[in-house]
């Protein structure tokens, strides 16, 4: 067994260490008689082709609440003819663990509610369409 004497920030430790294991390291010595052969080249693999995204159409002049991250639909709290008031809470959105309320920017009449309890979205994806 060893002890040692350890300063952390400041502070002093008397620190006992004890040996596991038998063997002591040994150095050996090799001598290299050609370089190593250098690593092959891979080819990264290519790319999976994703499925085109159909964009949900949006009535001219409608306002369009896109998801401001990834992550998945925990509730839908309107419908699609819903009158709603600016600052109503449309959706909650689960993101990194939190739940992020997705609040209406104005007021106006939900036109279209393009995600369900349960989806995943993506940073961007239109969540809702106001009137």
């Not at 004497?5 to 260490?17: A, D, P």
């Not at 693999?45 to 998801?67: E, R, Y």
């Not at 998945?72 to 009158?83: F, H, P």
């Not at 509610?113 to 239109?126: E, I, T």
Request: zero cysteines; charged letters at 20%; hydrophobic letters at 40%.
């Amino acid at each position: 067994m060893k002890k040692f004497l350890i300063k952390v920030n400041g502070s002093q430790y008397e620190v006992e260490v004890e040996e596991v294991g038998g063997s002591a390291i040994k150095e050996t010595q090799t001598a290299i008689s050609q370089p190593a052969p250098a690593p092959s080249v891979a080819n990264a693999p290519k790319a999976k082709a994703s499925p085109a995204k159909t964009d949900t159409a949006v009535p001219a002049g409608a306002t369009t609440i896109k998801s401001p991250m990834p992550g998945t639909i925990l509730k839908v709290n309107v419908n699609s003819g819903d009158t709603v008031k600016k600052g109503q809470v449309l959706l909650i959105l689960e993101a990194m663990k939190m739940e992020n309320e997705i609040m209406a920017p104005n007021d106006g009449t939900v036109a279209s509610v393009n995600v369900s309890q349960g989806a995943s979205v993506n940073a961007g994806d239109v969540l809702i369409s106001l009137n």
